[in-house]
């Protein structure tokens, strides 16, 4: 079976009330879910990369030869 490193870049938003910019990120850090119960809530997958893992078997042919 072939590995994939898969990275996905998924889009949550929604309204947070804060004093700050920074403290609404802060705030967004554990305001999020995927249900309406939170405040910022799952909006759409954005991208999805998939990329093969290459196996290294030279390596692993050399140890086998000593």
């Known amino acids: 079976m072939t590995k994939y490193y898969v990275k996905m870049m998924i889009e949550f938003s929604g309204e947070i009330e804060a004093d700050t910019p920074e403290q609404a990120e802060e705030l967004a850090w ?8 939170h405040d910022i809530t799952y909006d759409g997958v954005y991208s999805i990369d998939v990329e093969e893992i290459e ?3 030279d390596e692993e042919e050399d140890e086998d030869d000593n």
Do not use: A
């Open 30 to 37: 554990s305001s999020w879910g995927d249900t309406m119960d």
């Open 55 to 57: 196996e290294e078997e």
